[in-house]
């Protein structure tokens, strides 16, 4: 295996960490003015006007949807040549939607590319392509232990030409955004089946559906994650057309992982750039910073927390870019176990670095916007697309699989 970038690659490093330089930095100052007052007005979840104005921008350099591999839709790359680019945007939480490369509408897209019907894809893949709408996906539900998706009990059952929908989903991100026109819903076609892997369907869901409430929005860690944000919303005798069912009935499961293969590994790759811009931080505080007669950067804890950040960000990365070059070489199924390792190992680097930074600026680290909101992020991220505990139990499985008589 060859982890070096190709030129097309380094080229478009540069392309997108100019953008960066020139465009995202600074106007960070910008976005939190926006969505604070926004949020002052009781409008939180309104787009703000500095990431639609560098939607265009990112659009007009070629910088527009780098996250799929088909070339029909997206820029052609391969996981492995996606993840450096994602790293880079990850440096600033709200900077992947202005390239088109934000979750979950990145998943979404990547299902509709995959699974959809051509009708599908000129109803909701074409607008999500021009960052004309959002999407939202709806799979985890606040009654049942979710991180078992058998145990889901939304249902999706026909009625001659129509599905009716009745469920409840919560932690569904961007549901509140006003420009989120599609949801793609699981649920239960067939409850009795007897591969329990087979009950679930996936099925797609206008926004403007009679039946489809707004519950609350879901705080993340005391933070309200505008104007992204997480909701739990209601679907009650929802209808829509046989037409929108994704694949076909009893699917599901193989559309989910389809869809989280992918996004798994895109958190993945975006959190090593929240935490190599940490460990920035970190160093650059350390310099600044007196106690006890001497720079911080002089006193052995921290030193011994610096060397640590970078071995673990180095270890995660690379990780990172073997589960890519794995799901490339030989498919998502092949490389489960890769991806299952990465997801653990990915938010526990990118917390406990972030931990360090928040450490390292003591009181200003607890009240610093992009620390705060990244620790939080990346804590959530342990949960996200499955926790921990789920991931660690499938590799030890496989692991153990490997010494018992055949």
């Known amino acids: ?13 540069s392309r997108l960490t100019e953008f960066m330089d020139t465009h995202i930095y600074p106007n960070e100052a910008r976005y939190e003015a926006e969505v604070g007052a926004n949020r002052a007005d009781g409008n939180a979840w309104q787009p703000t006007g500095v990431v639609e104005e560098l939607k265009q921008a990112a659009r007009a350099s070629g910088l527009w949807n780098l996250f799929l591999p088909d070339a029909e839709h997206g820029a052609g790359l391969s996981n492995l040549e996606y993840a450096p680019l ?27 590319a995959r699974y959809g019907s051509a009708q599908q894809q000129r109803d909701w893949l074409e607008p999500l392509l021009d960052g004309r709408i959002r999407s939202c996906f709806g799979m985890t539900e606040p009654d049942v232990a979710s ?63 009679p039946g489809v ?17 997480h909701a739990e919303i209601d679907f009650e005798q ?7 069912l994704l694949l076909g009935e009893g699917r599901g499961f193989e559309i989910a992982q389809g869809r989280l293969g992918p996004g798994r590994i895109h958190h993945c790759m975006r959190l090593i750039g929240l935490a190599e811009r940490a460990l920035e931080m970190m160093c650059r505080r350390s310099l600044q910073r007196v106690a006890f007669g001497k720079a911080l950067a002089e006193q052995g804890v921290s030193l011994e927390r610096i060397a640590e950040a970078r071995i673990l960000i180095d270890q995660a990365r690379l990780l990172v870019l073997n589960a890519a ?10 490389a489960a176990n890769e991806i299952a390792m990465i997801k653990v190992a990915a938010p526990a680097m990118a917390c406990k670095v972030i931990d360090w930074a928040i450490q390292m600026y003591g ?44």
């Open 86 to 112: 994602c790293e880079i945007m990850g440096r600033v939480i709200w900077a992947p939607e202005v390239f088109n490369c934000s979750a979950p509408d990145t998943g979404n897209m990547e299902v509709l």
């Open 238 to 244: 929802v209808r829509v057309p046989v037409t929108n």
């Open 325 to 334: 070059y794995m799901m490339d070489t030989v498919g998502n199924k092949v």
């Open 363 to 406: 009181g200003a680290g607890m009240a610093d916007p992009f620390l705060a909101s990244a620790y939080a992020g990346a804590r959530a991220l342990r949960l996200a697309d499955g926790p921990d505990e789920v991931h660690r139990n499938h590799i030890g499985k496989l692991e153990l699989a490997r010494y018992k008589p055949r």
């Open 1 to 13: 295996m060859d982890f070096a970038y190709s030129p097309k690659v380094q080229a478009l490093q």
């Open 147 to 209: 991180s078992d998706a058998t145990n889901i009990t939304s249902s999706i059952v026909r009625d001659g030409d129509e599905y009716v929908i009745n469920g409840r989903k919560w932690w569904s991100s961007g549901g509140s955004d006003p420009r989120c026109k599609v949801f793609i819903f699981m649920g239960k076609t067939d409850a009795g089946h007897p591969d329990r892997h087979r009950q679930q369907s996936m099925i797609l869901i206008p926004r403007d559906t």
């Open 213 to 229: 409430t707004i519950r609350r929005n879901l705080p993340l860690f005391g933070f309200d994650d505008a104007p992204h944000g």
